[in-house]
Structures are given as structure tokens and as C-alpha cells.
């Protein structure tokens, strides 16, 4: 089973939008700005990531989501590999990365991956639940 990561193109704005997170217009406006990855297998699409820049300058994962059947098969793995490449190339040094406290499964995620972390901010999602936030140097 090998995994082809690609930038997204117009044509995969049904897929990497639905998560419902933001709308379609963003994930356009994003996938014209080349901060949009799919995972394919098989020419079938399975994952995406989508990027943010904080402070308009430091990349940060918004979103990484793999669907639930390919799960734990090297597809979030590939999404990072690639992206990682991206960035180092467009001379990122560190990429940026969160997941709610109280995600014991993210968090663990990150860490395998070679993500530290490097702060918490308390209280700013639904019911008052911090994120924790992650770096990787590149």
C-alpha cells in the first residue's frame, strides 16, 4: 500500500473540506496558496493537511486528518513527511502543531513524530478547554 502525497487541486474541495472547520471559500482560497496536502492510495484520496502561518511566517498544522480505515498505516506519517519537505525548502526551520488538552491520542501522536512541546493556552476552545501547542524544528 503506498501513499502519493500531492498538493490539492481545485477538483478536492469536497474532500479536504469535510471536516466543516472553515468553509469552502477558505479551503479554495487555501488550495490556490498551496497550503492544502492530500494522501492517495491507490489514486484514492485518504488524508489531508492543512496549513496556517502564524504571524503571517510560522507554519502551523490546522488540521491533519486521515480517514478512520487508514488509520495507524503511515498515511498521517507521509502528510507530515512531505509537508516537512515543503517547508524546508521554502526555508521554514520549525513547523507548529496543537491538539486540545484533553486529547490524550493527538498529543501522542505528535510526540511519535518528533514534536515537543512548547506551551499551553488555557481555556480558548468550547467549554473552556485549552490546546496544547507543539514545534518540530525542520
Known amino acids: 500500500m503506498g501513499v502519493v502525497v500531492r498538493s490539492a487541486a481545485t477538483s478536492d474541495l469536497a474532500f479536504?473540506?469535510?471536516?466543516?472547520?472553515?468553509?469552502?471559500?477558505?479551503?479554495?482560497?487555501?488550495?490556490?496558496?498551496?497550503?492544502?496536502?492530500?494522501?492517495?492510495?491507490?489514486?484514492?484520496?485518504?488524508?489531508?493537511?492543512?496549513?496556517?502561518y502564524l504571524w503571517s511566517m510560522?507554519?502551523?498544522?490546522?488540521?491533519?486528518?486521515v480517514l478512520e480505515p487508514y488509520r495507524g498505516k503511515g498515511v498521517g506519517r507521509a502528510l507530515l513527511s512531505h509537508l516537512e519537505g515543503v517547508l524546508r525548502d521554502a526555508g521554514q526551520s520549525f513547523?507548529?502543531?496543537?491538539?486540545?488538552?484533553?486529547?490524550?491520542?493527538?498529543?501522542?501522536?505528535?510526540?511519535?513524530?518528533?514534536?515537543?512541546?512548547?506551551?499551553?493556552?488555557?481555556g480558548v476552545n468550547d467549554g473552556g478547554v485549552g490546546e496544547v501547542f507543539f514545534k518540530k524544528p525542520l
Open 95 to 122: 513547523l507548529f502543531s496543537s491538539s486540545q488538552v484533553d486529547e490524550p491520542q493527538p498529543q501522542a501522536w505528535h510526540r511519535h513524530m518528533g514534536f515537543t512541546e512548547c506551551g499551553v493556552i488555557n
Open 16 to 52: 479536504v473540506s469535510q471536516d466543516g472547520y472553515v468553509d469552502g471559500a477558505v479551503v479554495r482560497r487555501k488550495i490556490g496558496q498551496g497550503e492544502v496536502l492530500v494522501a492517495e492510495i491507490d489514486g484514492r484520496p485518504v488524508g489531508y493537511v492543512r496549513i496556517e
Open 58 to 65: 510560522r507554519p502551523y498544522i490546522a488540521l491533519i486528518r
